[in-house]
């Protein structure tokens, strides 16, 4: 199975870049206060997003290298929310009509904020989300953009790691770890596609809540392993619940250092940590490559490292503090 290349990711870059404003941003990296002067740590705070998360990336780079007259059809996706509002607004960009499937556990923020941008809404069973939404874009001959399972998905998203490796090497680190949140893997994978020039030494590693380590456990077994949704769906980090494809596998078994685990503790001891100490909001998704770095350092060593905070569309009515209770 081939791989996304850094030659597709940078073509993604320059076709982003024509959206302008309507496109995502360049997020910078963020040095954490007395992180330490043997491991710092840099935030990319991808929650800094317009849609708040780094999904804008992917979802628009797969609806923008689609043919016009097929675009037109409209677009679908299934997603437990980030994804759901990346591809509603891709809808808004083009100007074309966009319908999200989502579980009826979706946070409401996120659901809200997808509708809001005008997306049709169709709430289904966890299990049932793919294949209801497989079955919407038969019927109407509508294009599917899958959250992570998809080429096109990936070189979007691996524009985060070509802005990673720019802002390393600008800052002249010989080696560094870049921890990236797992769920179908297509952030890590792009990511760890777009680092593939850094001149620095560089570390991919995956980040996972315990509840929801089904990528840990098939990396070090070199094969996918699944977990029934049940036991997926406990942690808190509603966006991490999803299982890498055999495309984002294949990447992740060939370009990726390791992957960790962290508690629901940890990820919420995070989270408020983010909140309190960087003033960035992060929704426990985003969080849990910040547990890592605070919770891991015997697994990742004393190097600077960058920590990929995913998103940080949280339900407003919620406290913030309250993530460590």
Known sequence: MSLV???R???AREILARLGAEGPVRTPLLPVPDSGRERPLLLKPESLQPTGAFKIRGALHAAAVLDERVRARGLVAYS?????????HAGKVFGVPATVVVPHTAPAAKVAAARSLGAEIVPVEVSERESRAEEIAESRGANLIPPFDAPAVIAGQATVGLEIAEDVDALGFSEVTVLVPISGGGLISGVAVGLARCRARVRVVGVEPELAADTREGFHAGERRH???????RTR????????SELT???IRELVDDVVTVSEAEIGEATGFLAESCRL???PSGAVTTAAHRHRTRELGAVPTVAVVSGGNVDRAEPLSSAAG
């Open 9 to 11: 990711a940078r073509a």
């Open 80 to 88: 437990s929310g980030n994804h759901a509002r990346a591809v509603a």
């Open 227 to 233: 977990w029934p949704v049940e036991a997926r769906t």
């Open 249 to 251: 596998f294949t990447h």
């Open 237 to 244: 980090a509603d966006g991490l619940t999803a299982q890498p």
């Open 5 to 7: 290349t850094n030659e």
């Open 281 to 283: 909001v992060a929704e």
